[in-house]
C-alpha cells in the first residue's frame, strides 16, 4: 500500500491551498484517513481525520480555517486549508488506517506547506 500526498507549497498569509493523498495497493478496505503535521522542532500533531463514514474530527487550532474530505472510490483524502497563518507551516503527512490481512497504518511521504509574506 502506497499513500502519495500532493499539493504543498508556498502561500502567503490569509491564502489557500489544497492538499490531496491518494492511496493505492492491494488492500480490503480503508477506514480511517487523514492528516499530520510536524513543524521544525516540534512533535508530529493530528490536523484532521475522517472516517469511512465521512465523520471528521479536526484540531481546535484548525477548526473552521480547515476541511476534511474524502473519495472513497478514489481511495484519497483531501485537505482543504483556509486562512492560513505562519504557524501552519510544517510538513503535512497523509496517513490511513488500512484493513488488509490485519489493519495497518499507512503514511504518506509528506508534502511541505510554508505560509509566508
Known amino acids: 500500500v502506497q499513500l502519495q500526498a500532493s499539493g504543498g507549497g508556498l502561500v502567503q498569509p490569509g491564502g489557500s491551498l489544497r492538499l490531496s493523498c491518494a492511496a493505492s495497493?492491494?488492500?480490503?478496505?480503508?477506514?480511517?484517513m487523514g492528516w499530520y503535521r510536524q513543524a521544525p522542532g516540534k512533535q508530529r500533531e493530528l490536523v484532521a481525520s475522517?472516517?469511512?463514514?465521512?465523520?471528521?474530527n479536526y484540531a481546535d487550532s484548525v477548526k473552521g480555517r480547515f476541511t476534511v474530505s474524502r473519495d472513497n472510490v478514489g481511495n484519497t483524502v483531501y485537505l482543504q486549508m483556509n486562512s492560513l497563518k505562519p504557524e501552519d507551516t510544517a510538513v503535512y503527512y497523509c496517513?490511513?488506517?488500512?484493513?488488509?490481512?490485519?489493519?495497518?497504518?499507512?503514511w504518506g511521504q509528506g508534502t511541505l506547506v510554508t505560509v509566508s509574506s
Open positions: 475522517i472516517t469511512s463514514g465521512g465523520s471528521t
Open positions: 495497493g492491494s488492500f480490503v478496505s480503508i477506514n480511517s
Open positions: 496517513n490511513a488506517d488500512v484493513q488488509r490481512q490485519f489493519l495497518t497504518t499507512y
